[in-house]
């Protein structure tokens, strides 16, 4: 990973906003387009963005996935670097973009993209070498590991370099912080009672932590623990990593 | 096919296994240990992570050249004195077993633990023709006892708690009161089976590996079960599918490096039991006649097919202790012999994509399986793999391929994306309340009833840039 490549000209990325992120947490995104300019990065949006494609694909819909990602690799394709606040829709672009678009048109600008594509967290670790921030929020905190992001990307260090170097909150290790919260995308609504199960694990596991806030890198995994955590009435915050570093 | 579909649903079924609270503790805790067990055996093992990497490079290579692997190992078996069986199917399987019985005037059969047999459904074929089967693993013992199939590959009884056990016990063996205490449990069944290894007349076991170039069945237990059984009786059979076939005692070592570390948690199981045909003359213990049944039922269709990543098995039980799905529901809820990830896949092969048009989605994707896999089995790519052809095929109901296909005409233009945006905001009015959704009608009520939904928000982050820039 070139850090150095941050020195010099200014770095400049398209973000990749995810449908989630799009109509649930838009708050998400700004955070991190505040941030990344105090940062000194130019900051674009790609106009007509919808969804990776993410939800098609897992469900066994590949040629309607794979027009949806022709789509989305073509509004890409003049970006230098695309950045993505979640872990499943990067690895979707990263990991799944090039063998669902081989042989067609995009399948050059696929390749390109996945290798320009970053998470959040990786960005501002590998890309930037950005690692000291401040809280915005009390702590203790916990991060949960979105299973995408872990196994998908092997992904687990730039999250907790970026919490455990974060100034005015205290980090507590989740007991199975790599285990799933049971969110799956339709597998929440096909199975739900078994998805809940799964999630009450994870929340029973963040009470023990001892954290005040579970931080995660994933707008699946947040939707699904702040769900519950909302019905159950919890004290207890579910957020994301950009809420969490100050702007 | 060999297995006859379920007609309950699965979410019926693992809603019913969700509510049984001995179940959820019997897996609670047996899952647990057993992920802290198999971290500790590779934490101690830095060799580990390029052994599995070399075991799945056998096993690839191995399948590569099956029928070449197969023939030298049928070869090596008759020369030592043994017979060679090959079943097309599971009904051909039991049918040599049978034969085999009857012709040995076989009254009783001793068993050692063999996912084989139970996919083949051997136990009651054999009960039919008046033969005997006793399970001797100790976990098949007791869910023999209990009337129950195995609800995991390597732990057939993870599902029961000691209580549980000792009940059964002392009801089914006329011991009343028995406590539930592990240590006089297994000495009971310890005495009950003692008789029964000195009577029995046939000894039926799988096999977890058969070296082509030795012609060596092996298998790997903890109980010494498996020894008495390959040993005592006249005859022994052994059911194996036919892609646990490897090269070379050099193999054997690299997957015996593995297995019971991803199993387990051991180093080695406590017994490696290495068969080689029948008794020799001069040697004074083993059987009569030996026989091997490869089994193929719909294995060997897959060495060019979306599953054979599926043949690299060793039947460890890893991905199921990781599992969150598989953790929650436990094995039977599966429906099938195979259940957890990997028997997902399993049950596809076996019984085709109809079989697993609801099991495919009983995943989250997680990932963890795949992770714990000892060669490395990418299980959540075949299962994506499998709801494409249960889509494809036009299994799946025609109620998802709909929004699906209307999911995806929307995520393909901007326009109706935008919206859908705005219907969904004036949808969503009468249910929102301090930016959160407690209740939905229909199908979003699946969600609901458990979580809240985040509402629209007024105005999307792309109708926001305009202000950020």
């Known amino acids: 990973m070139s850090v150095s490549a941050a020195a010099g000209a200014t770095p400049r990325v398209a973000l990749m906003i995810t449908c989630l992120a799009d109509m649930f947490y838009p708050e998400v995104g700004e955070r991190i387009v505040r941030l990344l300019r105090r940062l000194g990065v130019e900051v674009t949006l790609p106009t007509g963005q919808t969804c990776c494609g993410l939800p098609l694909f897992n469900s066994g819909y590949h040629d309607e996935a794979a027009a949806v990602a022709a789509r989305t690799v073509t509004i890409f394709r003049d970006a230098e670097a695309v950045i993505v606040p979640s872990g499943s829709c990067a690895w979707m672009v990263k990991h799944e973009y090039p063998g669902l678009l081989r042989g067609r048109a995009e399948a050059a600008d696929a390749e390109r993209l996945a290798a320009r594509t970053w998470e959040f967290s990786q960005f501002l670790v590998r890309r930037l070498g950005r690692t000291t921030f401040e809280s915005d929020v009390e702590g203790p905190l916990a991060y949960h590991d979105s299973c995408h992001l872990l196994r998908g990307l092997h992904e687990g260090a ?45 929340l029973a596991n963040l009470e023990a932590s001892g954290a005040r806030c579970l931080v995660a890198c994933d707008a699946g995994c947040l939707m699904q623990i702040r769900g519950g955590l909302a019905r159950r009435n919890s004290p207890l915050r579910a957020l994301h990593l950009a809420e969490v570093l100050k702007s | 096919m060999t297995e006859p579909l379920i007609t309950t649903p699965l979410r019926e079924r693992a809603a019913q296994a969700l509510g049984d609270r001995f179940l959820h503790e019997a897996l609670d805790i047996a899952t647990t240990r057993f ?51 090959f079943a097309t199917t599971a009904e051909e399987a039991r049918e040599i077993v049978l034969d085999i019985a009857r012709r040995t005037g076989a009254r009783m059969a001793v068993k050692s633990k063999s996912m084989a047999t139970e996919e083949i459904h051997l136990n009651d074929a054999l009960q039919a023709i008046g033969v005997t089967p006793v399970e001797t693993d100790l976990g098949e013992y007791i869910i023999q006892l209990a009337h129950e199939r195995p609800s995991h590959i390597i732990a057939p009884a993870i599902h029961k708690t000691k209580g549980q056990v000792a009940e059964l016990f002392s009801r089914e063996l006329r011991r009343p009161g028995l406590p539930a205490d592990p240590e006089v449990l297994t000495k009971i069944a310890r005495e009950e089976l003692r008789e029964k290894f000195l009577t029995a007349d046939l000894g039926i076991t799988g096999a977890n590996f058969a070296v082509a170039d030795t012609g060596t069945v092996v298998l790997v237990t903890n109980e010494g079960n498996g020894r008495m059984v390959t040993s005592l009786p006249r005859v022994h059979v052994a059911v194996m599918g036919v892609e646990k076939v490897i090269p070379s005692m050099t193999d054997l070592a690299v997957f015996l490096a593995i297995l019971a570390k991803s199993a387990t948690g051991q180093k080695l199981s406590v017994y490696t039991t290495l068969v080689q045909g029948p008794r020799r003359p001069g040697e004074l213990e083993g059987p009569d006649e030996f026989h091997l049944v490869l089994l193929d039922n719909g294995r060997v269709a897959q060495l060019a097919g979306p599953l054979r990543e599926s043949l690299y098995c060793l039947r460890c039980g890893a991905c199921l202790n990781v599992c969150p799905v598989y953790r929650q529901i436990g094995g039977h809820a599966y429906g099938y012999t195979y259940p957890g990830p990997i028997g997902i896949l399993l049950t596809a092969m076996l019984n085709g994509p109809a079989s697993v048009r609801d099991l495919s989605h009983a995943s989250s994707l997680c990932g963890a399986c795949a992770d714990a896999c000892p060669v490395r089995i990418d299980i959540p790519r075949m299962l994506i793999e499998l709801r494409r052809e249960v889509n494809v095929r036009g299994i799946a109901p025609r109620s998802e391929r709909i929004v699906f296909k209307a999911l995806a005409r929307l995520l393909r233009s901007p326009t109706l994306y935008r919206l859908a945006a705005r219907i969904g905001r004036a949808a969503q009015r009468p249910f929102v309340s301090d930016g959160r959704i407690r209740a939905l009608p229909s199908f979003f009520g699946e969600w609901t009833k458990t979580r809240d939904l985040p509402s629209i928000a007024a105005r999307t982050f792309q109708e926001r840039w305009r202000d950020l820039s």
């Not at chain 2, 290579?61 to 008759?78: K, S």
């Open chain 1, 158 to 202: 730039t999250p907790r370099t970026l919490l455990n170097n974060l100034s005015g909150a205290a980090v507590v290790p989740l007991p199975g912080s790599d285990e799933c919260c049971g969110f799956g995308g339709s597998f929440s609504v096909r199975l739900p009672e078994v998805s809940t199960s799964i999630l009450e694990r994870k």
């Open chain 2, 35 to 85: 992920i802290a067990l198999r971290r500790d055996a590779f934490g101690d093992f830095p060799e580990g992570e390029a052994l599995r990497d070399r075991a799945r490079a056998i096993k690839e290579a191995t399948l590569q050249r099956l029928d070449a692997h197969l023939e030298t190992l049928v070869a090596n078996i008759e020369r030592l004195g043994g017979h060679v069986h």
